[in-house]
Structure formats: C-alpha cells, structure tokens
C-alpha cells in the first residue's frame, strides 16, 4: 500500500486505493463544490487513477469513460453517505450489478509475484473496482469516510487509530461544528429561566 506526505510533512499512511477513491468521491458536487469531473483537467487527473496507462488520454473515448466515472461514483456516494444498513446493502448491490461484466485473473510470476490482471469489462470501471476491492479486502474501506460538517461533505480517510474522525479536517470542519455547539449551549443555558 502506497502512503503519502500530508501538507505538514507528516506520513499520513493513506493506501493508493484509498487516495484515488476519496479525490473521485470529493469530485461530485457537494456543499458549494460543482461537479469537479465538468472540468476536463480535474476530471483527466482523476481517469488517469483508475485507467491503465495509455487509455486515459484518447479523446475519442473521454466523454464515455467520465460518464462511466460518474456512475460508479453515483454508487460509492450512496456506499459511504448510508443513513442505516438497508440503504448500506442497496448501494453495494448497485455498486456489484454495475461491476458485473468485470473479471480478473492471477498472474504468478516466477519470482513469486502475484498481479491482478482484468481481463473483462470497461478498464476504467475496472480500475475503480481493484481499488475498492483493495480497500475491503484489507479492512480499510470503513475509513473512507464523508466529513459530518453540512458545509463541507467533503470525503476524506479516516487514518486515525481509533477510526472515529468526523471532519476531513479538524482545524476547519470540527472547531466550526464544535464551536458552534458550544456556543447553541451556551445559549440555552443563559436563556434557560432561573428559579
């Protein structure tokens, strides 16, 4: 699993996996965010994730694969975003029935290497279901996470140990929510009538 450096400098031990399907999930439109993958740059970077080296950049074929990208994308919203276990279920069944045509097979190397090869189904989907296979198949999808706070949404991953953050970043996200409950109680409490 690949890690990366966060803007302080600090390891942040996001897996590949887990960075690609959190920038496609931050590029739907959300709280005041439009729909980043209309933007033919941001939508490129996000392709070039998922697509096998070579496929992301023909023209004739972008429109169709980023129409793919947002379907697939349409599913792992609905995956992370579930208020209960039945909307849960129902966003892996669609995610599962719009994977189907995809297949793998094992190619074992003689120095003993294993890689995953798809060998059916569009190449762009099938990028996107390796890194998700990936994360659940390592227990780590729980940490792909939406941010709590209503003005953000924004996705991000959990690296916390105890996997229990909210906000995609406490210094914005969570001092504004909890500044805000602070203040809502304060407010009660003062404006509460004293006997």
Known sequence: MATGTDEGGKRDHVPGAGRAVVE????????????RLDDQEHAARILAQFAPVGLAGEAADAAQRIEVLRAIRSDLEAIVTAADEHELAE???QFTAR??????????TA????????????PVLGGV???VAELVSSGTWSRVRVCVNPACEGAFY?????RTQKWDSYD?????????????RRSDRDSAPTS
């Open 111 to 122: 120095a003993g290497d294993l890689a995953t090869l798809q060998v059916a189904g569009d």
């Open 24 to 35: 496609l999930l931050n590029s739907r439109p959300h709280a005041i965010h439009a729909d």
């Open 129 to 131: 279901t390796r890194a």
């Open 99 to 108: 994977t189907r045509d995809v297949a793998f097979q094992y190619d074992f």
């Open 172 to 184: 914005t996200c969570g001092n504004r929510i909890n500044v805000a409950s602070y203040r809502a």
């Open 158 to 162: 959990d690296t916390t140990r105890s």
């Open 91 to 93: 966003g892996w069944r």
